[in-house]
C-alpha cells in the first residue's frame, strides 16, 4: 500500500520540468549560436543603407513583415525576427518581431476559425495535414511546446487551432508562452551577436 500523503507522481512530475527547461535552454542556444553564425554574412553597410530608406516607416514595414510571413507560405519567417534584432537592437527588435507575431497569430487562427478553405489557399494543403497531425488529440499545452520546437510549422499550427476550435484564451496563452518568447529570443540573439561581431 503507498504511505498516507505520498505521492510518487510527484518526483516524476518535478524530472518532466526540469527536463522541459533543459530543452527549452538547449533550444535557445542553438537559436542564439544559429543568429551568431549568421551576422558575419550581413553587412553593414547594406544594412544601414535599408534603415536609412526606410525611414521612420522601418519598424512599421518590418511589423508588417513579420505578420505577413505567418499568414503567407512564401515568405520566409525565420529570417524576419533576425533582421529586426540586427536593424533595431536588443530592445525594439524583439517588441516588433512580438507584436507581428501576435498579429499574424491571431489573423492565422481567426482565418483557420472561418473556415479551412481559406487556409489551404494561403498556406497549402499539405502544411495544414503536417500541423494538424501534430496537434491532433493533444490539448493547448501540447501546442506551447509545438511552438518552441526550431522550424516546427507554427504558422500552420496558428491556422488549425482555429480549425479545430480551439478555446481561444487558450490559443492566446499557448502563443504567449511558446511562440512569443521563441521569436523574442531569436532577435535578441541576432542583435547580440551582430553587435559582437561588428
Known amino acids: 500500500m503507498t504511505p498516507a500523503g505520498h505521492h510518487p507522481s510527484r518526483p516524476t512530475r518535478r524530472t518532466s520540468r526540469v527536463l522541459s527547461i533543459l530543452v527549452v535552454c538547449a533550444i535557445a542556444a542553438g537559436l542564439a549560436w544559429a543568429t551568431i553564425a549568421l551576422a558575419p554574412h550581413v553587412p553593414r553597410e547594406r544594412i544601414e543603407a535599408w534603415v536609412r530608406g526606410a525611414g521612420v516607416w522601418g519598424p512599421l514595414l518590418l511589423l508588417a513583415i513579420q505578420a505577413a510571413q505567418i499568414l503567407v507560405a512564401p515568405i520566409p519567417g525565420f529570417f524576419v525576427p533576425v533582421l529586426a534584432g540586427i536593424l533595431y537592437g536588443p530592445f525594439l527588435g524583439p517588441v516588433l518581431t512580438t507584436g507581428g507575431t501576435l498579429i499574424g497569430s491571431v ?92
Not at 170 to 175: Q, S
Open 107 to 198: 489573423a492565422a487562427y481567426w482565418i483557420g476559425r472561418s473556415g479551412r478553405p481559406l487556409a489551404e489557399r494561403l498556406i497549402g494543403d499539405q502544411s495544414l495535414a503536417k500541423a494538424q497531425d501534430l496537434l491532433k488529440g493533444r490539448r493547448w499545452l501540447a501546442l506551447v511546446m509545438l511552438f518552441l520546437v526550431p522550424f516546427s510549422p507554427s504558422d500552420a499550427l496558428c491556422f488549425v487551432a482555429g480549425i479545430v476550435r480551439m478555446e481561444w484564451k487558450y490559443f492566446l496563452l499557448a502563443v504567449a508562452l511558446g511562440r512569443v518568447p521563441k521569436d523574442a529570443a531569436v532577435a535578441v540573439a541576432a542583435a547580440l551577436g551582430f553587435r559582437f561581431l561588428h
